[in-house]
């Protein structure tokens, strides 16, 4: 999985390898959905637990409800006025349909399937071990906080 290379919420290429060794959360985000409130807890999640080892990686994406339709800059700037996102935020990338980005091909082959809505949340442990958690469960629910200081440990 650390193979892909995908670019930036500012257009940079940036390498799933650089965080070899730690654990993922990646999660389909969009700007407009009844859920984009789940930002501000990604980034308490992120806050407790990134100097353990955890990285939040957020993808925009326009695949639900046309929840996400600006460019990566009116994203950045509405992730960091409105949430104070802080964690690694990429480009948008489509993560479901005929144009699905490689990662979340790979990612959604792993776990049973496509992606239903926003903020689905998929933890990969430093072993590979991928968790795929729905929408509904929250970043800041115990199913959610307890996979992943199993998976810090």
């Given at each position: ?58 993808f ?40 699905i ?5 790979f ?47």
């Amino acid at each position: 999985m650390l193979d892909y290379t995908l670019n930036t919420i500012d257009g940079k290429p940036s390498p799933l390898s650089q965080y070899d060794g730690k654990v993922l959360l990646l999660v389909n985000v969009a700007s407009r959905c009844g859920l984009t409130p789940q930002y501000q807890g990604l980034e308490s999640l992120y806050e407790k637990y990134k100097d353990k080892g955890l990285v939040i990686l957020g993808f925009p994406a326009n695949n639900f409800g046309a929840q996400e339709p600006g460019t990566n800059e009116e994203i950045q700037t509405f992730c960091t006025t409105r949430y104070n996102v802080t964690f690694p935020m990429y480009a948008k990338i489509s993560v479901r349909g005929d144009d699905i980005h490689p990662l979340y091909q790979f990612l959604t082959n792993a776990t049973g399937g496509d992606i239903q809505w926003n903020f689905t949340k998929f933890l990969v442990g430093k072993d590979g071990k991928i968790t795929r958690f729905e929408p509904t469960v929250t970043p800041d629910s115990p199913e959610m906080t307890g996979s992943i200081e199993k998976a810090l440990a």
